[in-house]
């Protein structure tokens, strides 16, 4: 077997949108993991800003959250990614709309926790439904695109 052909068994979904949705994904988690570890640590060091203002503390574990799990589901994505069972506009969309969805829901809950007002979140939270939207659409259409193929 020639190195040529070693290289393309080795990477499995080298596509357009499975390449992007791969390196966003595996970014996506490093940052929400990183971003999870300091939090930690301040919660752990009794950093004051944080333990004494329980919805900053809240928001950013979702935003935490939210990031580390939808990190992974742009991973998992990677498979479906370049589906033949779509049309190439259902395709871009849904791929462009995963990935604003996945950086806006974290994003939001972030924001939501910086200088926010007694008791409410900061506006920035509006990020977060926003987003939730965008990646249902892409969950819409991929749950759709299979019930089709299996029919």
Known sequence: MSVTTQ??????????????H??????LLFVSLAFGSVLETLEGFRWVSLVSDPWKQRLWSLAHF???????????????ADTAGLSE??????????RIGSAAMPLGFLLGGIAHP???????IILAPVGALFVLYTVAVQTLAVWRRSA
């Open 7 to 20: 290289k393309k068994t080795e990477v499995p979904a080298a596509g357009g949108f499975a390449r992007v």
């Open 22 to 27: 791969a390196r966003f994904g595996w970014t």
């Open 66 to 80: 939210h990031g580390a799990a939808l990190g992974l589901l742009n991973l998992i994505y990677v498979h479906w």
């Open 89 to 98: 506009g259902r395709r871009t969309a849904a791929s462009r709309m995963l």
């Open 118 to 124: 007694e008791g409410d979140p900061s506006l920035g």
